[in-house]
């Protein structure tokens, strides 16, 4: 091969059509989906701080988690709440959730339901699903006065009252934690006025996209732990040691990652390469 | 599960996996799947968010409280100035939300703005103050070296005290920027790279697990398929 057809192998694959690149990709998210690979997981302090908090609290604590997320982003967050669910509910903790996110709210209602079933758990006892309700900074600063005036019902229409693990439950000061796993930015509103009003001790679970901009707020104390994404849902198996979705989809998750650091490679030679030749060629 | 059951899920299943795979046909071109697909999902959440904010915001924080409070006003024993104050709580709101309509209405949109100004002024006078604690005065706080801690740490606070001088120093526009500020510039033009790299990351991270959920579905869809055809 001489030098000028190589030149010209490096020119096709910068016209390379974006669908190959696509095709590539799928393949290589699809294949390890139906193999079990294994590769290691190695756990961050921000997740296992999240950990640590919650294994350390004592039996019938109440623990609020908001979950905000929805079809879209449920890939991505709902091993996690699974993972939460489990673990406070395998401590005997008792959970009060919400849903602030309107196309979420029957989402998370069946993953609550789905795990608290697992463990023999009733709603009104165990734990709260108290639903949705419009316009989050609001609703959060609400809760903050007392969790009855957004929500005078559950989400199955009882008065707060009437619910055995309410009674004495007032606000936010009633909650050893709360661990928000968000996939909007909503975040900020519980970091904003959950914390900054309330001082309510915060983690937030959210979606690997928006994981960059929360670390600010792990480094000022705003939030206690940060779970970014998938990997921090697989960190999170890992540490309840149940692996489920999530550790299974991080094998996943690091053949594609190779592929596309191998495809940006590849294409950078491609740009330098036929860059120099254009240079050669006074084009 | 009954075989009509499993039948009904089995539908249900081909449905969404039809429509997953409307979805993914852009990536190939535009076509009509995927425009039926796009428009379903913007019709059908319409719909969805109409009836949940019914039910979760009008029905229980709205229409109901104020049916109460107004029978309380014909139930002898109740402070009457205490009960109209309850109507009001009420009825002010639904007069600001249907003033919101107005602006439908060439002649009367003015009237839209009165309640988009209460609640801008609500907002900012809830939200600034604590906006301005939590996300620049807290941010500021734990930008200032902390000599108390560890080598390790130290040496992470010069890190993060060098960063944030530095990218404030390219996003300062009052001097040319040659000399000592070209130069602190420069490196933070370069911790923004890090920082966008990271983001970058983090955000390839983001899709490829939406990818894994829906080809996960598309799998589980196929069991299902593989299962029924042949009990």
């Known amino acids: 091969m001489n030098d000028s057809s190589k030149i010209s192998l490096w020119e096709k694959i910068m016209q390379v059509d974006r669908r190959w690149i696509y095709l590539t990709i799928g393949i290589f998210v699809f294949l390890p989906l139906l193999f079990k690979i294994g590769l290691p997981i190695f756990i961050t302090k921000e997740v296992q701080a999240v950990y640590d908090r919650v294994d350390a609290l004592p039996p019938g604590t109440l623990v609020m988690i908001p979950c905000e997320y929805d079809p879209a982003t449920m890939a991505e967050l709902r091993p996690l709440a699974h993972a939460l669910f489990r673990h406070c509910f395998s401590k005997n903790l008792k959970i009060i959730a919400t849903a602030l996110q309107i196309e979420g709210v029957t989402l998370v209602k069946d993953d609550l339901t789905l795990i608290a079933a697992e463990y023999g758990k009733k709603h009104g006892e165990d734990y709260v699903f108290l639903g949705y309700k419009p316009y989050p900074a609001i609703v959060i600063l609400n809760m903050g006065e007392n969790f009855r005036k957004p929500f005078p019902r559950d989400y199955y229409g009882n008065e707060l009252d009437s619910l055995p693990m309410m009674q004495g439950v007032i606000n936010y000061s009633s909650c050893a934690l709360i661990i928000n796993i968000n996939a909007t930015s909503g975040a900020d509103y519980w970091i904003n006025y959950a914390n900054g009003r309330y001082k309510a001790p915060l983690a937030l679970g959210v979606t690997a996209v928006m994981a960059t901009d929360y670390y600010t707020f792990l480094a000022s104390g705003q939030i206690f732990g940060l779970i970014g994404g998938l990997k921090g849902a697989a960190e999170y198996e890992k540490m309840i040691g149940q692996s489920g979705r999530a550790a299974r989809a991080m094998d996943v998750q690091s053949i594609a990652h190779s592929v596309i650091v191998i495809l940006i490679i590849i294409g950078n030679i491609a740009y330098f390469v036929s860059r120099g030749k254009m240079r050669g060629d006074g084009r | ?231």
């Open chain 2, 1 to 231: 599960m009954t075989e009509s059951a499993n039948l009904i899920t089995i539908l249900w299943y081909t449905l969404a996996a039809f429509l997953t795979l409307a979805i993914f046909s852009f990536l190939y071109k535009d076509n009509p799947f995927y425009r039926l697909a796009e428009h379903l999902i913007v019709g059908i959440s319409a719909g969805y968010w109409i009836a949940v904010l019914y039910h979760t915001s009008l029905k229980d924080l709205w229409l109901e409280p104020m049916a109460r409070n107004f029978s309380s006003l014909f139930t002898p024993g109740g402070t009457v100035l205490q009960e109209i104050g309850l109507v009001i709580t009420n009825v002010v709101p639904g007069i600001l939300g249907l003033m919101m309509f107005m602006r439908f209405s060439s002649k009367l949109a003015w009237l839209s703005r009165w309640p988009i100004a209460f609640y801008l002024a609500i907002t900012a006078g809830v939200a600034l103050p604590l906006y301005l604690q939590s996300f620049t005065v807290r941010q500021m706080q734990a930008s200032m070296i902390n000599l108390s801690g560890s080598v390790r740490d130290i040496i992470g606070d010069i890190i993060i005290i060098t960063g944030t001088i530095s990218g404030l120093a390219y996003f300062y526009f009052s001097m040319e920027h040659k000399g000592m500020i070209g130069g602190v510039a420069k490196v933070g033009i370069w911790i923004l790279m890090i920082g966008f790299g990271a983001t970058f990351g983090y955000t390839v991270m983001s899709r490829i697990s939406l990818l894994i959920g829906r080809f996960d579905f598309l799998i589980e869809w196929l069991r299902l398929l593989t299962s029924y055809a042949t009990s």
